[in-house]
């Protein structure tokens, strides 16, 4: 197989806006994935209590989990298939775009697994001096206890699973795609169906492991969802449809969870991906729509467009990092007097707000220095199929072992060694599409005549 670049279809000093009117782009999905990155960087900082026990030993609790209404807010509040809804909209849109201007399956997946292991790899190798000085240097010079290493480092990666799941549904954009081009319905029901038999298979052999072959099914699911809203099948559904599929969504949960095998807790049915995620990801996709209006309305004003701008061109920085500094905030704050109050407790819960701000602002530092790993590469070039799936494999299996065992240090290192040999392989033949995927869907300003100016750049 040939790794020449094939001929360019645009025109000398032709841009890849030259094939797709951005001016018309829906903002509201750029506020919505801002939303759910927001919330999620929320949700672990009321998750993680840092303190002392009675013992006046190290401790690390989970205060927002002790709460009495946590079960029920996480039926609305697990929203991560909402945020692979969002990500099929864009993806299908991008492909598209790519092949009207001559591309193909092996430059998109290039591009796109690219753009996973660049802002991977920083992380990786952080976690690798980190979790190294802490095991090898910390823990036996200082008496720290290992399991108290371990439940840190474990919670700090946590967020990792998103690299392997997000890769697995990009690799399969151009498959999915032309399977939804085809047979949208049969798609998704040969999807559901695959969903069934896999949770069947785990709970009636009580083999969880069985569960990750749904982290091949669940989350393109959710997706295709997402391929849906692109081709509008939403915008033509009335307004009480939409409310039918968002309740529906969100009542199939109850003898799912309250008869049938699965947690009450959504956040437990995450990892690995259950049922149901995938009326979740239905429920949300509708009520996306229903709010489509207000969002709209929301997105006109100048201040909103600057923070879904500004964050939008963040967004793996803030979510890959977003934990490690909520834990190294925890960790500074036990040094200074009074700083940390009792996990749980009244001041505890009013101190989240300050710190909240301290870690955005630390985040938005931060993507300063590696948001550079955020922007796409346009060089030349197309790597042969065998590198890419090489590639993909090296950016994808780490995370996915990090979602059964937790990140400890060999995983860190295979991370990074991964995610790093992944970049030289794509990097070493460039993509000559890269950046015109990736300006098909990242924030842009609009200019003075209404049309989108270049992405922003940290």
């Known amino acids: 197989m040939s790794s020449n670049p094939k001929p360019s279809t645009l025109p000398h000093g032709a841009t890849a806006k030259s094939s797709i009117d951005l001016s018309k782009r829906d903002l509201t999905l750029d506020l919505a994935r801002v939303f759910c990155v927001l919330l999620v960087v929320v949700i672990h900082l009321l998750e993680v209590g840092v303190g002392t026990d009675a013992t006046g030993t190290l401790s690390v609790t989970r205060p927002l989990e002790k709460q009495f209404w946590f079960t029920g807010v996480t039926w609305v509040g697990q929203i991560m298939p909402l945020f692979f809804v969002v990500g099929g909209f864009a993806s299908l849109t991008a492909w598209r775009s790519l092949q009207r201007r001559g591309g193909d399956g092996r430059d998109y997946v290039t591009a796109r697994i690219l753009r996973l292991a660049q802002p991977a790899f920083p992380l990786f190798v952080f976690f690798v001096v980190v979790i190294g000085a802490a095991v090898l240097i910390v823990a036996p010079a200082l008496g720290v206890d290992r399991g108290l290493i371990d439940a840190i480092v474990g919670g700090a990666g946590s967020p990792l699973w998103f690299i392997a799941a997000y890769g697995i549904c990009q690799v399969f954009v151009p498959v999915l795609a032309g399977w939804h081009a085809r047979a949208p319905y049969r798609t998704v029901l040969v999807l559901f169906a695959a969903v069934i038999v896999v949770d069947a298979l785990r709970y009636g052999t009580g083999i969880p492991q069985i569960g990750y072959a749904n982290m091949f099914l669940v989350w393109p699911l959710a997706q295709q969802f997402g391929f849906f809203y692109a081709d509008g099948w939403f915008d033509r559904r009335p307004a009480w449809v939409?409310?039918?599929?968002?309740?529906?969504?969100?009542?199939?949960?109850?003898?799912?969870?309250?008869?049938?095998?699965?947690?009450?807790?959504?956040?437990?049915?995450?990892?690995?991906?259950?049922l149901p995620l995938v009326f979740l990801g239905l429920s949300q996709a509708a009520f996306l729509r229903l709010v489509k209006r207000p969002l709209t309305s929301v997105m006109?004003?100048?201040g909103a467009k600057a923070v879904v701008f500004l964050v939008g061109t963040r967004?793996?920085?803030?979510?890959?990092?977003?934990?490690?500094?909520?834990?190294?905030?925890?960790?500074?704050?036990?040094?200074?007097?009074?700083?940390?109050?009792?996990?749980?407790?009244?001041?505890?819960?009013?101190?989240?707000?300050?710190v909240y701000v301290l870690v955005l602002a630390a985040l938005f530092a931060l993507s300063l220095l590696v948001g550079r790993w955020e922007v796409p590469r346009e060089l030349g070039g197309t790597p042969p199929r065998a590198f890419i799936v090489l590639a993909s494999v090296l950016t994808i299996v780490?995370?996915?072992?990090?979602?059964?065992?937790?990140?400890?240090?060999?995983?860190?290192?295979?991370?990074?060694?991964?995610?790093?040999?992944?970049?030289?392989?794509?990097?070493?033949?460039?993509?000559?599409?890269g950046a015109r995927i990736a300006d098909e869907f990242e924030p842009r300003l609009a200019t003075p005549n209404g049309s989108p100016s270049a992405p922003l750049r940290s």
Do not use: C, K, Q
């Open 315 to 354: 967004l793996m920085t803030i979510y890959l990092w977003h934990l490690p500094l909520i834990i190294t905030f925890a960790g500074l704050s036990l040094l200074i007097p009074g700083a940390s109050p009792s996990p749980g407790s009244a001041p505890w819960w009013w101190s989240r707000i300050l």
């Open 398 to 433: 780490p995370p996915f072992v990090e979602v059964e065992y937790l990140l400890n240090l060999p995983i860190a290192v295979a991370g990074a060694l991964g995610t790093g040999i992944a970049i030289l392989i794509l990097g070493r033949w460039g993509l000559r599409w």
């Open 242 to 274: 939409l409310v039918l599929i968002m309740l529906g969504g969100v009542a199939a949960l109850a003898p799912l969870s309250l008869i049938g095998p699965y947690d009450t807790n959504m956040l437990v049915n995450l990892n690995p991906p259950t």
């Open 300 to 302: 006109r004003t100048r």
